[in-house]
């Protein structure tokens, strides 16, 4: 396999799986509203919807190749972001530990899988 088919590849993966997030976020929008708010998201509602709008646009973005490491870069943030203002503050519930650990390293590993994105993508100069 060629190194332009592997990187295709992990880009559906990541946009599946960032698309299925997003929509799971907007169908649920009033009890992902709510923990948002629990957790200390400023305007939670604006939050929610940013998170819904950068991870279905995201997704998209990198299904159709389209601006690949901007998009990555920007999901690595929104991810370490995400993962301060949510699992980091959960560890300190007793019974929300172990879900929050599993949380972190989760959000570690797709860090980890959207750096080669970032590096192998093509530079695109306009």
Not at 22 to 37: D, I, L, P, V
Not at 47 to 69: D, H, K, P, V, Y
Request: charge should be positive.
């Amino acid at each position: 396999m060629t190194l332009s088919l592997l990187l295709f590849i992990g880009r559906c993966m990541f946009a599946v799986m960032f698309l299925q997030s997003g929509y799971s976020k907007a169908k649920a929008f009033q009890s992902t509203e709510k923990m948002m708010s629990h957790f200390g998201f400023p305007v939670p509602r604006l939050s929610l919807i940013g998170a819904i709008a950068m991870e279905i646009g995201g997704g998209a973005l990198l299904l159709f190749g389209i601006e690949t490491r901007v998009v990555a870069g920007s999901l690595i943030v929104f991810i370490v972001m995400a993962s301060v203002m949510i699992p980091c503050k959960a560890i300190f519930i007793p019974d929300k530990r172990k879900e929050a650990w599993r949380a972190i390293f989760t959000n570690v590993a797709l860090v980890g899988g959207l750096l080669p994105l970032l590096a192998a993508s093509p530079i695109v100069i306009r």
